[in-house]
């Protein structure tokens, strides 16, 4: 976890890394606590193809290089933490050098 800060307020802004990359990052003003992801094409890519992600969380996503979440509630982190997870193993795999094993789809 390293610490940033916000350019023009200075608030400090917890940020989340899995070795160098950023994972995600907190804001947190009050009672009010939001949580933003960033992704590059490739995460982006891989995220909206993934049907095991909640479809609210993959269509935030689709739309533009970052997705924030109000997390009011236990509940608000599911969705959020399935992106974060998403992200953490894509960078594991390119930092074991792995591939995605691909299996057939069945309908």
């Known amino acids: 976890m390293k610490v940033q800060y916000e350019k023009h307020s200075r608030e400090p802004i917890p940020s989340f890394y899995y070795g160098s990359r950023q994972l995600f990052h907190v ?32 269509d935030q996503v689709s739309k533009r290089t970052w997705a924030a979440f109000s997390l009011r509630s236990s509940k608000d982190l599911v969705p959020f933490m399935e992106l974060v997870k998403a992200k953490y193993e894509m960078i594991n795999q390119e930092a074991s050098g792995k591939q995605d094993e691909q299996r057939p789809v069945a309908f």
């Open 27 to 58: 804001h947190a003003r009050g009672e009010e606590i939001s949580a933003t992801i960033h992704s590059d094409q490739k995460a982006r890519t891989r995220i909206v193809e993934d049907q095991s992600i909640d479809w609210r969380a993959r």
